[in-house]
């Protein structure tokens, strides 16, 4: 699955594959998008797709849409999450959606942790060695967690066999943002 | 040029061309999408570039958020403004954004115009037989005639000949919603 934390500069991922009741980090990052707006989907959009044309996700996980203060910068979150489920849509990938609350949640056991509980509990979850950079990638992890943990099916058996990809340990990369 | 009212819904489109001081409609309408939302936007995305591939617009006309109380209804034109723009910059297009009250002084004098007032000058301006259906091919009209009064360049200048187009009034058709 893929987890995404999406604004029109950075779009935190995280590429995670369940194996039964454990799940593996495949790989996380940041996208990055420079210029004026348009210019910013576009590299969010080509980015997105060319993850997903490599990582072949079923399922895509967002944070809800949270309502601050800031209405300018919601719009901007708002046009990123577009971009993500239209990518989602255009390779036939289910997309979950969860609560900031919920994904705290049901990774730090407290819906209002703080940043530094949830990156050491994603750290621990994952088995990784240090905790995840920058944070956008961490909460694209936390949200495919809490796909994970919330019993969100995996989807692949439903995938035909040549879509399907098997990963081991030594797959395991960090693609730095 | 292209104007544009998102929704996810629905998406009036109008494309205009401009002559000197005057301009055509050549053709204007609404996309409608049907399903859940990832299909929707999948398939604005889907009649946008058809449409832009057809008219071959070198701007974009959308109307600035509005922030509105429902802050649900909000995330859904964010999210088809979003489309519109990825769209746009995929094919090169400017992007130019009016807010509504902007658009309704351009088309019909006052920032607070009816509907109804909105409706008739764009049935004026662009020497219609009859008013815009339905109501949000209206507004994508308004918004174009709004581009055209404000000085907004037409851009056709700028463009390889071969991508440029003649209208004439034969030209005229009005797609049904």
Redesign the interface.
């Known amino acids: 699955m893929l987890g995404i934390d999406p604004g029109t500069l950075r779009v935190g991922f995280a590429v995670v594959d369940r194996h039964g009741a454990s799940q593996v980090a495949v790989e996380w990052g940041v996208l990055r998008a420079r210029g004026e707006?348009?210019?910013r989907?576009?590299a969010i959009?080509a980015g997105l797709t060319e993850l997903v044309k490599r990582a072949r996700p079923s399922v895509l996980a967002l944070e809800d849409?949270f309502?601050g203060k800031d209405?300018r910068a919601m719009?901007k979150i708002?046009?990123?999450?577009?971009?993500a489920?239209?990518v989602?849509?255009?390779h036939g990938?289910q997309?979950a959606e969860y609560p900031p609350a919920t994904v705290k949640r049901a990774v730090a056991g407290n819906g209002a942790a703080s940043k530094e509980a949830v990156a050491r509990m994603v750290t621990a979850a994952f088995g990784l060695r240090e905790q995840p950079t920058p944070a956008d990638a961490t909460d694209a992890l936390a949200l495919a967690l809490c796909h994970c943990t919330r019993g969100g099916a995996p989807q692949a058996a439903s995938l035909p066999r040549s879509r399907r990809r098997r990963w081991t340990t030594e797959d395991l990369r960090h693609l730095p943002g």
Chains 1, 2 share one sequence.
Not at 78 to 83: D, N, S, T
């Open positions: 707006l348009p210019a989907l576009l959009y849409v309502f209405v719009e708002g046009e990123g999450r577009a971009i489920k239209l989602a849509a255009q990938m997309v």
